[in-house]
């Protein structure tokens, strides 16, 4: 039997080995973005509750997810970019499970709405697929229990991975926030694009 036909034998055996492992495959993928719209969905709905009791007290009012029952992080915020029509909750953290279910908080950069350079982290085949979009002027919203902001996109920049001084502290209040770069790359992304933008007066 020749090699051509060999492996037209092994076809039929080859297809039935596929189909349980693509089906592995789309219930994997279903899970990942059913608990990412249900954190989603309970965060925004517990953090509005507790922004409204805030607005009513004049006091900032103590988080509580109702998806903790997941062993989900409670939001530190929520961050709104109307020109890309993104609205998503912040999350303390940037591994993988913090991103994706939301944007992360990048450890050791100011809190969100304070004094300095507070750093977020998001996909960019995820949340942050549009930055890209971005131009200067165009205003980010910043939502916390303290209070709300709004910064203004000042410039992007494609940058190294190790070019970690765009998260320094720096003068004034500023949002910087960065994702994988280029956008369609395929593997580990070998770039980084940052948006910086300062809070508006």
Known sequence: MTAARRWIALLPSLERSLVPLG???LVYY????????LYQSRSKRSFEK?????????????????GNVLGFKDP??????????????????????????????IPGTSPLGGGGNAGIAGHRDGFFRELRSLAKGDPILVTTPEGSFTYL???TKIVGPRDVHVLDRGEGARLTLVT????????????????????AS
Do not use: Q, W
């Not at 507790?50 to 109702?66: C, D, F, M, P, V």
């Not at 998503?88 to 944007?103: F, H, P, Q, S």
């Not at 992304?189 to 910086?196: C, D, E, Q, S, W």
């Open 23 to 25: 089906m592995i495959a």
């Open 180 to 199: 994988c770069y280029p956008f369609g790359y395929i593997g580990s992304a070998p770039k980084r694009f940052v948006v910086f933008a300062d809070r």
């Open 153 to 155: 996109v000042k410039e």
């Open 76 to 105: 530190l915020g929520r961050l709104r970019i109307p020109t890309i029509g993104l609205d998503v909750m912040v999350i303390e953290g940037t591994d993988g499970a913090d991103l994706n279910r939301g944007v992360g908080h």
């Open 30 to 37: 279903g899970g990942s973005v059913g608990v990412e719209k």
């Open 50 to 66: 507790a922004t409204s009791e805030r607005g009513a007290t004049g006091e900032a009012a103590a988080l509580s997810l109702a």
